[in-house]
């Protein structure tokens, strides 16, 4: 198949557009970034898009592909080199693994959306479960060592969460987690993970906690009135890091 152009079509607080972004930046994939409002979702995008979610994936302005997973396999399977294990078992274990942030997004989303602090408290402490259970699976200085893998693209957009929401947890989620504390860090300055959102991230996630009306919402505060003001384009088109 040759590929001549890709646009991503992209929410700027989506977990799941950052792993497709990290994915196209260790790639080296050259692309066009589009930004939705999914507040107000373009009828364009709804036509394109079974699910009604981001990201997509337009393959020479025709060919749609979604669901954030199934973007990343297309990319890593039609550029050289992967991002993936060779031996097959290990690879079916990092999918595993990957399977496994997407379950941890969903908890994230469960606490930040939880109304009561008891709700809020248990939804935290599953959290620190489940980072239990990375403990020992991490090899660092990534998940498998030293190769950066679709597992370490998987979870640097976990990660990002708690850079914003660590002050307002009632416990250290990665408290006594050593080797995933250290991951969290090496993946915090990797220039593709950095790169996946834009300066204005943590103002805009920590607007958007806000404006949930829950839990965490009263644990933040109001914002100030500018902070409050900002909001989010319909359709804004960014150059990829490799432009």
Not at 31 to 36: D, E, K, P
């Amino acid at each position: 198949m040759s590929i001549e152009s890709l646009e991503l079509v992209s929410h700027n607080l989506c977990p799941y557009v950052q792993r497709s972004i990290i994915t196209l930046d260790e790639k080296n994939i050259t692309h066009r970034r589009t930004y939705i409002d999914l507040s107000n979702k373009p009828d364009w995008f709804l036509r394109m898009s079974p699910t009604g979610t981001v990201p997509l994936l337009l393959v020479n302005g025709k060919d749609v592909i979604f669901e954030s997973a199934v973007i990343c396999e297309f990319l890593n399977e039609v550029t050289p080199g992967s991002l993936h294990p060779d031996s097959s078992i290990t690879k079916a274990q990092h999918r595993g693994w990957i399977e496994f942030a997407s379950q941890i997004l969903n908890n994230i989303a469960k606490l930040y959306n939880a109304k009561t602090s008891t709700e809020y408290n248990n939804q935290a402490s599953e959290l620190s479960t489940k980072f239990s259970h990375l403990e020992s699976a991490v090899a660092l200085p990534y998940f498998a060592g030293d190769a950066f893998s679709m597992v370490d693209a998987a979870f640097g957009p976990v990660f990002r969460y708690f850079d914003t929401m660590d002050p307002f947890l009632p416990h250290d989620v990665f408290s006594g987690y050593t080797k995933v504390q250290e991951w969290r860090e090496i993946l915090s300055n990797r220039p593709s993970i950095k790169n996946a959102v834009d300066p204005d991230y943590p103002s805009n996630l920590e607007r958007f906690l806000v404006n949930r009306n829950s839990y965490i919402s009263t644990s933040i505060g109001p914002l100030h009135p500018d902070a409050q003001s900002l909001s989010t384009p319909n359709s804004v088109h960014a150059p990829s890091p490799t432009d």
